[in-house]
Structure formats: structure tokens, C-alpha cells
């Protein structure tokens, strides 16, 4: 199944179950997914975006509500912090197992050999080939950082 699809069906077992946080967390992912798929499709693209680009854009909405989390925990309104981390753990459950941090470094230097990445110069080809690669299964902020320290070196 699609993660179109995914998302559909998730959609329907929340509303069966009246989840109201998960059927309101599914449909902003279907309008985000909406708003990009209408952009592809304006560039030529008829099926809209790629799985791929669907997991980035979930990652995405997981970063914001991190720190629209840590935002809210810090002006003391615990309840809107424990909201988006509760939103965080229903997107989470689109994207696939997520590599631990052994793992990503394992691959980040697979890469880097099968690529021949010499320098720092080298990084944006690197990000490009990881974001295509392992999207949805790394925090491409913690990769980027690796990234960088393995070509510096």
C-alpha cells in the first residue's frame, strides 16, 4: 500500500475509534500532502510527489513539532507541549524503522567510500544521495553534521 493510501486508512480507523488528536494530525498531513501534490503536478509531475519526498515532508512536519513542543514547555503550557509530542508520535507512524545512530554512521561512510567523497566539497552530492537513499529512516540535521565531520577529517 501507498503511503496515500496509508494515510486514508488511518484516516478511517481514527475516526472509527474517535481519535480526535489522530484525525486531526491525519488530515494535516493530507492537506501538506494536497498543497504538494498540487505544486508537482503545476511543474509537470501528474502523479504528485515521490514516497520519498512524502517522507521528507513528514519528517519536516516531525521537526516542527519538536520545537513548537520544546517552545510551548518552555512558556510552561505543558498541555499544548504534550499535544505536538503526541501529534510527533502519530506521524512517526508513517515513516519507516528509523536507523540509530550506529547504524546512520555505518551507511554515512558506505557512502562516502561509494562515492568517492573526498572534502567538504563534496557534502551536498553526499546529502542528495543520503536524502534518496534513507529518507524517512535518518534525521537528515544529525546526517548533515556527520556529513560535514567525516569529509573535514
Known amino acids: 500500500m501507498d503511503k496515500r493510501g496509508e494515510f486514508n486508512a488511518a484516516m478511517k480507523e481514527a475516526m472509527k475509534n474517535s481519535n480526535k488528536i489522530a484525525v486531526a494530525t491525519i488530515r494535516l498531513i493530507l492537506a501538506a500532502l494536497k498543497d504538494k501534490d498540487i505544486v508537482a503536478r503545476a511543474e509537470g ?37 504534550e499535544r ?46 543520503l536524502k534518496t537513499r534513507f529518507a524517512g529512516q535518518m534525521d537528515m540535521g544529525k546526517a548533515s553534521g556527520l556529513v560535514k565531520q567525516k569529509l573535514a577529517a
Not at 47 to 75: F, H, P
Not at 110 to 126: C, P, S, T, W
Open 45 to 81: 509531475k501528474a502523479e504528485g510527489i515521490s514516497e520519498n519526498e512524502i517522507l521528507s515532508m513528514l519528517q519536516s512536519m516531525i521537526k516542527q513539532r519538536k520545537e513548537s513542543s520544546k517552545t510551548y514547555a518552555e512558556a510552561e503550557r505543558f498541555d499544548l507541549a
Open 84 to 129: 505536538e509530542e503526541t501529534e510527533i508520535k502519530i506521524i512517526q507512524t508513517f515513516l519507516p524503522q528509523q536507523l540509530d545512530e550506529d547504524e546512520a554512521g555505518e551507511a554515512i561512510d558506505a557512502l562516502i567510500k561509494e562515492m568517492d567523497a573526498q572534502d567538504i566539497k563534496d557534502m551536498g552530492r553526499v546529502m542528495a544521495e
